[in-house]
């Protein structure tokens, strides 16, 4: 029987597909959706950026934008995560959406989702 081609799914980006492996990889902060979401560049390989990658902070969520919590919640993780701010991003997962799922270390080496959850900010949560 004839193997059939991979063929990608024109719905999903096609560097969120598969992880096999755990990466880890500097990122730059261009903004935050909400207390849980953040858009970035990021260099996968040398030469090979990534230009306004959506990804999921992993462990964690926030209230949703429509809520005072949500935009407080917002305002505190803008704080901690500054525009052209460095990240380093630790991925292994995707979720249902496509998004990349990542543990976010901040410039000053804390966990941001721990931070979040400490402050009251977010709850633990496992996709």
Do not use: C
């Amino acid at each position: 029987m004839k193997k059939k081609p991979w063929t990608p799914n024109p719905n999903v980006p096609y560097y969120v597909l598969s992880f096999k492996h755990t990466w880890i990889i500097p990122a730059i902060v261009v903004r935050l959706i909400d207390g849980d979401t953040v858009v970035v560049h990021m260099e996968v390989m040398p030469g090979f950026v990534l230009h306004e990658a959506h990804v999921r902070v992993q462990g964690i969520n926030a209230p949703e934008l429509n809520t005072q919590e949500g935009k407080d919640a917002w305002a505190f993780a803008k704080n901690l995560l500054p525009v052209n701010s460095v990240i380093k991003l630790t991925m292994n997962d995707t979720d249902k959406y496509g998004r990349m799922l990542a543990r976010v270390t901040m410039t000053d080496s804390r966990d941001f989702g721990s931070v979040m959850i400490e402050s009251g900010q977010a709850v633990e949560y496992n996709l």
